[in-house]
């Protein structure tokens, strides 16, 4: 008998243009593997996401996208809380509220800040601020996406 020969067909070679086109995360099969399928819908909820899937006040994505340009005139007493705020940033808010409280009770004629209120100014300022999403009790995740409507943490179960 005589041994007969197996056609395998050529392997295609990867030329240097094609190493240098962008990968499209569109030519992957869709994933039947549980931790592979959420990965891929959590990649296509990033590429598609905008800032009103999670976020409902009007004014706030008006802030968001139309930030400040102008550098307001700051009176002494919020540079020197807005300094201290950030020589302090590295510690916990009671550190900042103890320290205005010595401060305040030194110079009682021009007290510093809250920390609300100066967290309030580097808000303004800086235009970035604190965006509050519901997250799991045990930080496992946050709801928004796919996750957007469980009553219930998928990792943990708490509610």
């Not at 990965?39 to 999670?54: G, H, K, V």
């Not at 010595?102 to 510093?112: A, G, M, R, Y």
């Not at 100014?121 to 799991?136: A, F, N, R």
Request: net charge negative; hydrophobic share 35%.
């Amino acid at each position: 008998m005589e041994p007969q020969e197996h056609h395998i067909p050529p392997v295609p070679l990867i030329t240097p243009v094609q190493l240098r086109q962008p990968l499209s995360y569109n030519t992957f099969p869709c994933a039947f593997l549980k931790n592979l399928a959420l990965s891929q819908d959590m990649i296509a909820n990033i590429r598609n996401a905008q800032l009103e899937d999670d976020i409902d006040n009007a004014a706030l994505l008006y802030q968001l996208r139309n930030p400040s340009r102008d550098v307001p005139e700051l009176d002494e007493q919020t540079q020197i809380s807005l300094e201290l705020f950030s020589a302090l940033a590295a510690h916990p808010k009671s550190a900042y509220e103890e320290a205005c409280h010595i401060f305040n009770k030194t110079c009682p004629d021009s007290p510093l800040h809250s920390y609300w209120v100066v967290k309030s100014h580097l808000e303004k300022l800086s235009g970035v601020m604190q965006i509050k999403m519901d997250m799991c009790p045990n930080s496992c995740l946050a709801f928004t996406s796919p996750f957007a409507n469980l009553q219930q943490c998928p990792e943990c179960a708490e509610p």
